[in-house]
């Protein structure tokens, strides 16, 4: 679709048929009292059990409604995470329970700062990660300190997608957004199903094309703060940060170019000559209604009936909760559900597609249906 054509569908979206909005609650699942250390994401392993990660270095366990004294996997002593650095975010294998095999995203500063893509393995259904298993599978230098992106997910064919921020400082002052040959400011697409550290997928949108990093998914992202798949129509949804003016929400597909740093959402920020054709947001929100976006998913549990493809989403700065619904290329719907006290970092799901939410401070909230 053109950007033209998307930048009717936000128009057209002011006048959609009128669609009941979710009512919600959060639910505490996890008290501050619980003292988790700066939560920035939760996930689980197909079975009840869910995952917390720790942003200076660890991944809890909540079990039965307890999180477990002891770190499922610890590797605090290693990670950098001051800031926007530290531990981001943990996948589990879709053959986790046949393999073993779990991925981490980090930043550390062995050397020198940089983005580190780790794969441990453990015994399915253990309660800790031996440190030791550690093979590294990717590293990407980083120049400055934030922006790391930072969210890594297996997508429905299987293949593992990395969000990587555009290294950070403002403005994109190396124009990693647009240099094609940098893996800053990019969704990556890697096979970690090779013999090798990892493979480029053959189907991959430049793995032919000179001039360009194979492992290329996407370009033109500032940086992408979580990222999902929709369980149902596979469709890949982004959370972008703005830079002085905007949040955006991106439907992300193979090739595309988001803009950054041309645009900052649907608006001129450093137009060049020869810019590509860049695909606008399917969402974007200014300054006043929050200052830092964060990606969530489309509900697909079985609860709440009525929620069906909506999509929740964040601010972390504000604390609202927004949902939208986008359905045959248009947005059908969209509404602030709540304004909750704290910093959202991140949304997660469970085993049965119910969606969470991580609190900054400490806490971890269940997305549910309020009667208010």
């Not at 000179?210 to 992202?221: C, F, H, L, Q, V």
């Not at 000559?273 to 976006?293: F, H, T």
């Not at 949902?323 to 991140?346: H, I, W």
Request: charged letters at 20%.
């Amino acid at each position: 679709m053109t950007r033209a054509a998307l930048l009717g569908v936000l128009l057209l979206s002011s006048i959609a048929v009128a669609q009941v909005a979710p009512r919600i609650k959060l639910t505490p699942v996890v008290e501050r009292s619980a003292r988790l250390e700066r939560p920035v994401y939760l996930t689980n392993d197909g079975t009840d059990r869910l995952f917390i990660v720790e942003q200076p270095g660890r991944v809890r366990l909540l079990l039965d409604g307890q999180v477990q004294k002891q770190p499922y996997l610890d590797i605090a002593r290693k990670v950098e995470s001051n800031g926007e650095c530290g531990l981001l975010s943990v996948a589990f294998h879709p053959s986790f329970f046949n393999n073993g095999r779990l991925f981490v995203n980090y930043t550390t500063r062995e050397p020198t700062l940089k983005t580190v893509i780790s794969e441990f393995t453990a015994e399915p259904g253990a309660t800790r990660v031996d440190p030791s298993t550690e093979r590294v599978i990717l590293t990407i230098d980083q120049p400055y300190a934030n922006h790391n992106g930072g969210h890594i997910l297996f997508g429905p064919d299987g293949m593992l997608y990395i969000g990587m921020g555009d290294g950070g400082s403002a403005g994109d002052p190396q124009n990693h957004g647009q240099d094609m040959m940098s893996l800053l400011g990019k969704i990556l697409r890697i096979d970690v199903n090779s013999k090798k550290s990892y493979a480029v997928p053959d189907d991959n949108p430049f793995v032919s094309t000179k001039g360009y990093r194979p492992e290329i998914y996407a370009s033109g992202m500032r940086n992408p703060w979580r990222m999902c798949f929709d369980a149902l129509t596979d469709t890949m949804y982004a959370g972008d940060v703005g830079q002085n003016a905007y949040e955006e929400i991106d439907v992300v597909v193979s090739g595309g170019n988001y803009g950054w740093k041309f645009f900052e959402g649907t608006h001129d920020f450093a137009r060049g000559r020869g810019e590509p054709e860049c695909i606008p947001p399917i969402k974007e929100y200014p300054r006043g209604d929050g200052v830092s976006v964060t990606g969530g998913y489309v509900y697909r549990g079985s609860k709440y009936p009525s929620w069906q493809g909506w999509y929740f989403y964040a601010d972390y700065a504000s604390g609202r909760i927004w949902g939208l619904k986008y359905e045959n290329g248009s947005l059908t719907a969209d509404a602030e559900l709540m304004r909750m006290r704290g910093q959202p970092s991140s949304f997660g799901l469970d085993k049965n597609g119910e969606i969470y939410v991580c609190e900054h401070n400490g806490a971890i909230y269940r997305i549910d249906q309020s009667e208010e």
